[in-house]
């Protein structure tokens, strides 16, 4: 992937996942995309609450990681939720 590619991607806060369709109400996407976003929205939660424990270990690293890193995950996270919001009111055709 070029860089170029990559940043644009990287920012798209409203990306899906690669393979997924909004347009799928079968009962395995919906039970597979409610699991891959969960957790995805649990590891992105560690990270973050990872990423402010060492920020309290090390200051100095605050400027940087508050600066850059916590606002990317923190949107970053708000984009897993919406996915995982979307998949959990999807109901599969009984």
């Known amino acids: ?6 940043t644009r991607r990287i920012i798209d806060f409203n990306r899906l996942m690669e393979g997924e ?9 919906v039970v597979h995309w409610r699991a ?3 957790d995805l929205v649990r590891f992105k939660e560690q990270l973050l609450s990872q990423t402010h424990e060492h920020i309290e270990e090390v200051p ?3 400027r940087e990681l508050a600066g850059l890193d916590i606002p990317f995950l923190q949107a970053e996270m708000q984009r897993l939720q919406r996915g995982l919001a979307f998949w959990q009111e999807r109901k599969p055709p009984p």
């Open 1 to 6: 992937m070029e860089p170029l590619d990559f």
């Open 21 to 29: 369709n909004r347009e799928s109400y079968t009962a395995d996407d």
């Open 60 to 62: 100095e690293t605050k």
């Open 36 to 38: 891959v976003y969960t």
